[in-house]
C-alpha cells in the first residue's frame, strides 16, 4: 500500500540487525508505556495501542519476521511488566497474548504478500479488517485465560473487553503503520485543502456537544471526504486519530453514548466495535480511490503512447500540444507528415513482424534526428507527424531534409539483413499563438497533408512544402525569362 513517491522511515533496515533490535525493544517499550499510562486513568478506559504499532511493523517489513525479533518484543513487554507491576507469573500470558496479536497479523499481512496481494484495493482493506478480527479473537482468548481472576473479573466479560480493545486498535493503527510515509509536500497548501478536516473537527465537536449513540458516526461524511480529497496514508492517519480521540472520549464519557455513568462493560464494547466498524469505510474509499486514480494513469498512458513504435499516438500528440499552450515561446510552428514509400513491399516481402519492427526503429531513428524538443506521434499505419517550434521555415525544412536523408541512408536491420527505406515528408508551417495551439495544428496538418500528396506524386523520397513551391516557381520562373 505504500506510495513509491514518498521516502519511507528508515528505522529499520535489512542489514542491521543490532538496529533493528533496539528498534523494536525501544517501540516495545515506548508503546507499553504509552498504554500503561492510559490504563491508568480507569479500567475500561483503555486504549492499547502496542498490539497494533507491533503488528504493523512486523506486518511492514519482512524481514523483522523472525523467531529472535519477535523474542525481543516479548522480552521488552516483561521487563516492563516486572518492573511496573507486581503480576509476576501471570504476566507471561497477559504478554503472550499480546503477542498472539501481533505475529497473527504479521503473518497473515506477509501471507498476503507472498501471494501477491499487496496492492491497493478494497478487498485487501476488507482482508485487514478481518485479519484483525481474527487476531483480536485469538489474543482475548489468551488474554482472558492468563488474567481471570485479576481484580476479580471473570473470564467472557474479559473476553469481551479484550476482545473488542484489541479489535478496535487493530482496525485503527495497522492500516495506518502499513501505509504512513514522511509527508512530501510538493503542492502549496491552499484552505480549500482542509476543508475536509476542518469539517472533521467540527463533527467531533458535534458528537461531544449532541452525544447519544448516533454520535459516534457523525464523523463519517468528513472522514469519507478526507479519503476522496487526501492520499492513502493521511486517511489512514486521519481515521485512526478520530477513532482514538472517539473512543477516550467515549470511555471518558465526554461523549454520552448512554444517559447512566460509569459506562458497563457491554457500552463500551459496542463503542468500540461501532466506531472500528465505521473506520473500516473511509479507508476502504481511500484504497479504492487510489485503485481507480492508478488505473487512470494506466489507461491515459496506454492512450497517449503507440503501443508499437512507443512515440505518442494521435491522441496522445494533441494532449502533449495542449500541455505546451501557454508555455511555449516560439512563434512558428512546423508540422511535418511522414509517410514510408513502398511500405507495403516491406510487409509482402519480409512478412508483417518486419514490418512491425521497421515501424518501430524508423520511429525511434525519427525521434532521435528530431531530439527531444521535437513531438514525434503515430498517426496512423505507416503514416508519422512531427510537430517543432522553429524560429523559419528554412530550419523547419532543413530538419525535414535531415530526417528524410537520415532515413535514406539508414540500414533497418532485420535478421541480420540490412534494409533500406525512402520516405515522403510533407510540411507545414505558420505563425502560432500559444492558446490555440491545436487549431494551428490542424490548420498546418492539412497543409502538410496537401505536401505530403505532391512529394509522393512527384516520385517520393522528397520534402514538400510551400517554401519549395515559391523557390522552385521562382526558378522556373527567372530560368524561362529572356536573357
Ligand atoms: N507491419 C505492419 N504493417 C502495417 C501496419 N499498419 C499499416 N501497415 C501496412 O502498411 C501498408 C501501407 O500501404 P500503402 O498505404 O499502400 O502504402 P505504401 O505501400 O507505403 O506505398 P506509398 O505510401 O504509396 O509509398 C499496408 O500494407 C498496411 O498493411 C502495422 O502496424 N504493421
Redesign the pocket.
Known amino acids: 500500500m505504500s506510495s513509491a513517491s514518498t521516502r519511507t522511515f528508515a528505522l529499520f533496515q535489512p542489514q542491521s540487525p543490532l538496529r533493528n533490535a533496539v528498534g523494536i525493544f525501544v517501540l516495545t517499550t515506548l508503546f507499553y508505556f504509552i498504554g500503561a499510562q492510559l490504563r491508568l486513568v480507569e479500567s475500561l478506559s483503555m486504549f492499547w495501542p502496542l498490539n497494533g504499532v507491533m503488528a504493523g511493523v512486523f506486518a511492514r517489513y519482512a524481514y523483522l519476521n523472525r523467531l529472535h525479533y519477535y523474542a525481543i518484543s516479548y522480552i521488552a513487554m516483561l521487563l516492563y511488566d516486572l518492573i511496573t507491576t507486581n503480576w509476576g507469573i501471570t504476566s507471561l500470558g497477559i504478554n503472550l497474548s499480546n503477542m498472539v496479536f501481533i505475529v497473527t497479523v504479521a503473518l497473515l499481512v506477509q501471507r498476503d504478500r507472498r501471494l501477491k496481494n499487496s496492492t491497493p484495493d478494497p478487498v485487501n482493506a476488507l482482508r485487514l479488517f478481518n485479519y484483525c478480527l481474527l487476531a483480536a479473537l485469538l489474543c482475548a482468548l489468551v488474554g482472558a485465560l492468563s488474567s481471570v481472576g485479576l481484580d476479580n473479573r471473570t473470564f467472557w466479560p474479559l473476553v469481551a473487553d479484550w476482545f473488542s480493545e484489541q479489535f478496535s486498535t487493530g482496525v485503527l493503527i495497522v492500516p495506518c503503520l502499513l501505509t504512513i510515509t514522511w509527508p512530501a509536500f510538493t503542492r502549496t497548501l491552499r484552505v480549500s485543502h482542509l476543508m475536509p478536516v476542518v469539517l472533521l473537527v467540527i463533527s467531533v465537536v458535534a458528537s461531544v456537544a449532541i452525544g447519544g449513540a448516533g454520535a459516534l458516526a457523525f464523523p463519517m461524511p468528513a472522514l469519507i471526504w478526507c479519503a476522496v480529497r487526501y492520499s492513502l496514508p493521511a486517511t489512514c492517519l486521519l481515521t485512526f486519530v478520530t477513532g482514538a480521540v472517539e473512543i477516550t472520549l467515549v470511555a471518558n464519557s465526554i461523549i454520552t453514548i448512554v444517559a447512566t455513568t460509569p459506562l458497563t462493560t457491554p457500552m463500551m464494547f459496542s463503542a468500540r466495535l461501532g466506531i472500528a466498524t465505521l473506520a473500516i469505510c473511509p479507508v476502504m474509499v481511500s484504497v479504492s480511490m487510489a485503485a481507480i486514480n492508478s488505473l487512470i494513469r494506466q489507461v491515459s498512458l496506454r492512450a497517449d503512447y503507440d503501443f508499437?513504435t512507443q512515440v505518442y499516438s494521435r491522441s496522445g500528440l494533441y494532449e502533449a500540444l495542449k500541455r505546451d499552450e501557454g508555455t511555449r515561446k516560439s512563434p512558428l510552428l512546423t508540422v511535418m507528415l511522414l509517410?514510408?514509400?513502398?511500405?507495403?513491399?516491406?510487409?509482402?516481402n519480409f512478412g508483417?513482424?518486419?514490418?512491425?519492427t521497421?515501424?518501430a526503429a524508423f520511429a525511434r531513428k525519427v525521434q532521435e534526428t528530431v531530439g527531444s524538443e521535437g513531438l514525434v506521434a503515430r498517426m496512423?499505419?505507416?503514416e508519422f507527424a512531427v510537430v517543432i517550434n522553429t524560429t523559419s521555415a528554412q530550419q523547419g525544412y532543413a530538419l525535414a531534409e535531415r530526417i528524410r536523408t537520415t532515413i535514406e541512408q539508414y540500414p533497418f536491420n532485420w535478421r541480420g539483413q540490412a534494409l533500406f527505406l525512402t520516405v515522403?515528408i510533407g510540411l507545414g508551417n505558420g505563425k502560432s499563438e500559444s492558446w490555440q495551439l491545436t487549431d494551428v495544428f490542424n490548420r498546418l496538418m492539412s497543409e502538410a497533408d496537401d505536401y505530403l500528396y505532391r512529394s509522393?506524386k512527384a516520385g517520393?523520397n522528397r520534402t514538400s512544402a510551400r517554401m519549395t513551391e515559391i523557390t522552385s516557381a521562382a526558378q522556373k520562373a527567372a530560368a524561362s525569362e529572356p536573357l
Open positions: 508499437l509517410d514510408i514509400d513502398y511500405f507495403k513491399s516491406i510487409n509482402d508483417h513482424e518486419c514490418g512491425d521497421v515501424l496512423g499505419g505507416e515522403s509522393k517520393r
